[in-house]
T-cell receptor
Framework: DAGITQSPRHKVTETGTPVTLRCHQTENHRYMYWYRQDPGHGLRLIHYSYGVKDTDKGEVSDGYSVSRSKTEDFLLTLESATSSQTSVYFC???????????????FGAGSRLTVL | GQNIDQPTEMTATEGAIVQINCTYQTSGFNGLFWYQQHAGEAPTFLSYNVLDGLEEKGRFSSFLSRSKGYSYLLLKELQMKDSASYLCAVMDSNYQLIWGAGTKLIIKP
């Protein structure tokens, strides 16, 4: 299996509290992504990173921030969680950038977040 | 806007063949991906098409017609373990992946 782990796998929190999800990879891949998956929607990109300290916004970045201080770790932070952020969050990694053709993503097992 | 359409759910019989369709309207095209996702698990890569035609990989094949904005995933000799959601994703002209909502495939004995 690809070395990508997410933590925590499950979290229940209250509205207004900060939450940080962690993605850790042992593949030394340059590219890392955070997606959310909700029923009836396709995967939606929140933020991505193309190197240490190099990050950019995806299509649903409002309310989220990220940090990548090491190649292996990509953190997703919800500064003040809202009920609309209840979702399953997937981290993904890829060796190649999107413009390199078959940019195959390897996903982590997901983090299920419930905001009450 | 950009759009990927897939059927929400399909049912098929063990041992049979099933075709899952995906139509897309995107700003540009730089490839189409199929992923499999078992319930409660991560999506895993199945196939990639960038040129028209059929790509075969064991029991799974994927077809692409760029002029029609259409792809299908063909699963042969269905097994119970093929029960999963199948996600279609298109890479647009900005190399952004646009994902369909997925097709839940139910296999019956």
């Amino acid at each position: 299996d690809a070395g990508i782990t997410q933590s925590p796998r499950h979290k229940v929190t209250e509205t207004g509290t900060p939450v940080t999800l962690r993605c850790h990879q042992t593949e030394n891949h340059r590219y890392m992504y955070w997606y959310r998956q909700d029923p009836g929607h396709g995967l939606r990109l929140i933020h991505y990173s193309y190197g240490v300290k190099d990050t950019d916004k995806g299509e649903v970045s409002d309310g989220y921030s990220v940090s990548r201080s090491k190649t292996e770790d990509f953190l997703l932070t919800l500064e003040s969680a809202t009920s609309s952020q209840t979702s399953v969050y997937f981290c993904a990694i890829s060796e190649l950038g999107s413009s390199s053709g078959a940019n195959v993503l390897t996903f982590g097992a997901g983090s299920r977040l419930t905001v009450l | 806007g950009q759009n990927i359409d897939q059927p929400t759910e399909m049912t098929a019989t063990e041992g049979a063949i099933v075709q899952i369709n995906c139509t897309y309207q995107t700003s540009g095209f730089n490839g189409l991906f199929w992923y499999q996702q078992h319930a409660g698990e991560a999506p895993t890569f199945l196939s990639y098409n960038v040129l028209d035609g059929l790509e075969e990989k064991g029991r799974f094949s994927s077809f692409l017609s760029r002029s029609k904005g259409y792809s299908y995933l063909l699963l042969k000799e269905l097994q119970m373990k093929d029960s999963a959601s199948y996600l279609c994703a298109v890479m647009d002209s900005n190399y952004q992946l646009i994902w369909g909502a997925g097709t839940k495939l139910i296999i019956k004995p």
